[in-house]
């Protein structure tokens, strides 16, 4: 390889014929899209078309890591996961916290290529160097957490595992993969599990333990010793950063509601903050690798609590339920299914709301009572789900398809953008955010451009700006770009400048841009500055937006469902009257980047970023 920080190798895996082999890394590939989710889109292009269906044995599902994963860069401990979404049909991308890319670059790849279909239930085992592909029958119905159990004791307790549960292994396109057992982390969205239950693949696991070469270790470490304070976990600190957090979330309006068609639910945020605050006192933060953050604050202590916004919301407010241990349960039974806490929140309070209009009966729910917030019947629902029974077989198809089976007014009460449930953060309280949510690649995300800065210099006051107009589209594709470039390094965005104050345990602005490009040329030997790192941002969002193109995706796709930009919230929050002007604000954004009204890439944009 031409740089350091990368080993150099990518496993290939042909399911279908039971063959493994290792090839190098094209050096050209690594230059021009880095790692991660880049180089991913790039193998994607290259070997699936716009006829290759994502459950079909022709879909890859690439695991990749990035130049920076197992080395000491704090916020590296990541991974991507890459295919064609069986959820939405386009471009589909996930991140992973946890040990598992780690272990794989020190196991010497720098990622893994997966094709075809296995004639019976296999899991691949990478040792130091070494893969073989073996029977995993005897876990077949096993749910994610014992998957992990019984692999680490057949393989190596010191090792990593990400599997999937009975979600994926039924075809459920809201199924995930999950990672490191009842730490609970979740390559999450896009409905991959699906894709690794097709290759009847049922789990991964890995060891290394040589660490990738690095261009300028003391350099690197000195480097890093300068920027980060010396963290501790000083309980009244993250108390107070914790209700800063939550009661501002809730007192904004970012926690959609019953659907997202109310305003208000009694007793949420009361319940939250007193559930939430007994969490960080008597438990302690699971920290990825590399991580400094610990936004899992209690994630594995006792009942399996959790403090993150994209489980509570999605699986609370969102469900009409304030109860915050049913939540927990809730979460839990998502993650030994397998399932996507966000899709299965949007999907369960879609069926809610049907049901309370009439659309879906008694009947058809099998009798289940499905009425914002019954938490019991959430958990029925959940088993129906991901064991594709009864109602469930309907439901597993996500919110957009349940919504076209019982037609009517039903697609009216799908909340989605291209197809994936809308996230945590409700897009009328900032118009950034729904403008954000309505171009990404993959869907509705609140991971691209959730927050415009880049530094802590790049001060931008989100509260001021919540409802511009002007300005929104350029803003939204320069974060874009930015967060293209974080997620083929792979680092984590609770890292950055507008994230990390929220989560960190001192008062830490978060790393920038400078800091990314200082240690990428001390891992890797190459220096980018600022302007040519936003440019391969921008030529990696564009490669995979190439990808959506190929697939039938047009302007007319960059929206969100209806609800979110006719419908008023209501309530007393600042977003209570705010509908997103999402016209206006397009037309900018596709002028920043580029793209002739339909949302394509002119020539001359093609051109400058090396694109075909």
Not at 276 to 305: A, Q
Request: a neutral charge; one cysteine or more.
């Amino acid at each position: 390889m031409k740089f350091k920080g990368y080993t150099g190798k990518l496993l290939w895996v042909n399911l279908s014929k039971n063959e493994v082999s290792v090839k190098e890394l094209n050096s050209r590939d690594a230059d021009l899209f880095i790692g991660g989710s880049g180089i991913g889109a790039k193998i994607l292009r290259d070997e699936t078309d716009s006829h290759t269906g994502p459950l079909s044995p022709q879909n890859l599902l690439i695991f990749m890591t990035g130049p920076l994963t197992g080395t000491p860069v704090p916020w590296s401990g990541r991974h991507a996961v890459i295919s064609l979404s069986p959820l939405t049909g386009i471009w589909g991308e996930a991140y992973c916290g946890g040990t598992w890319g780690s272990e794989l670059k020190r196991a010497g790849f720098d990622g893994i290529i997966i094709k075809g279909k296995s004639a019976k239930p296999v899991y691949i085992w990478i040792n130091n160097g070494r893969a073989d592909i073996r029977d995993s029958s005897h876990l077949w119905g096993k749910d994610t957490f014992e998957t992990e159990q019984l692999i680490k004791k057949e393989t190596d307790e010191k090792g990593s595992v990400t599997c999937i549960g009975q979600a994926g292994e039924n075809l459920v396109k809201i199924a995930c993969v999950m990672a490191d057992g009842k730490a609970g982390r979740a390559a999450a969205r896009c409905g991959f599990g699906a894709v690794m239950g097709a290759k009847n693949l049922k789990a991964i696991a890995v060891r290394g333990e040589k660490k990738p070469g690095i261009y300028d270790e003391e350099n690197l470490r000195e480097s890093i010793k300068k920027r980060l304070p010396k963290f501790t976990h000083d309980k009244e600190h993250m108390l107070s950063k914790v209700r800063y957090v939550f009661n501002g979330f809730a007192d904004d309006g970012r926690h959609g509601i019953n659907n997202w068609r109310d305003g208000e639910l009694d007793g949420f945020k009361k319940r939250l903050i007193e559930e939430v605050e007994s969490h960080v006192k008597n438990g302690m933060p699971y920290l990825c690798r590399h991580c400094y953050t610990g936004c899992v604050e209690s994630n594995i202590i006792g009942d399996k609590r959790s403090t993150l916004w994209e489980v509570l919301a999605p699986l609370g407010s969102q469900c009409g339920i304030a109860d915050m241990h049913a939540i927990n349960k809730i979460y839990e039974m998502c993650n030994r299914y397998g399932i996507d806490c966000i899709s299965a929140g949007g999907t369960i309070s879609f069926a809610m709301e049907a049901f309370e209009e009439g659309i879906i009966t008694k009947k058809d729910a099998d009798g289940l009572d499905l009425h914002f917030g019954g938490a019991e019947s959430v958990l029925e629902l959940l088993k129906k789900i991901a064991m594709k029974k009864g109602i469930g077989e309907v439901l597993a198809g996500g919110a957009r398809s349940a919504a076209e089976y019982f037609g009517g007014k039903a697609p009216e009460l799908a909340i989605h953008g291209k197809g994936l449930e809308v996230p945590a953060h409700e897009p009328r309280s900032h118009n950034f955010l729904a403008l954000a949510y309505a171009t990404d690649n993959r869907g509705a995300c609140h991971c691209s451009a959730s927050n415009p800065r880049t530094s802590q210099e790049d001060f931008v006051d989100l509260m001021k700006i919540r409802f511009d107009i002007k300005g929104t589209g350029k803003m939204v594709a320069r974060r874009q770009n930015y967060t293209s470039m974080l997620n083929s390094l792979v680092l984590c965005i609770f890292s950055q400048a507008g994230y990390a104050q929220y989560y960190t345990p001192k008062d830490f602005p978060g790393i920038s841009a400078n800091d990314v490009t200082e240690w990428f040329k001390y891992v890797t030997g190459r220096e980018i500055g600022m302007e040519e790192f936003l440019q391969t941002g921008e030529k990696i969002f564009n490669l995979k937006h190439l990808i959506n193109l190929n697939r039938g995706i047009t302007s007319k796709d960059d929206t969100l469902s209806k609800r979110l930009l006719e419908e008023k919230r209501g309530g007393s929050s600042p977003a209570s009257e705010n509908l997103p002007p999402l016209k206006p604000m397009l037309e900018e954004y596709y002028l920043s980047r580029g793209w002739d009204k339909d949302g394509k890439p002119e020539k001359e944009k093609l051109e400058e970023l090396g694109l075909r």
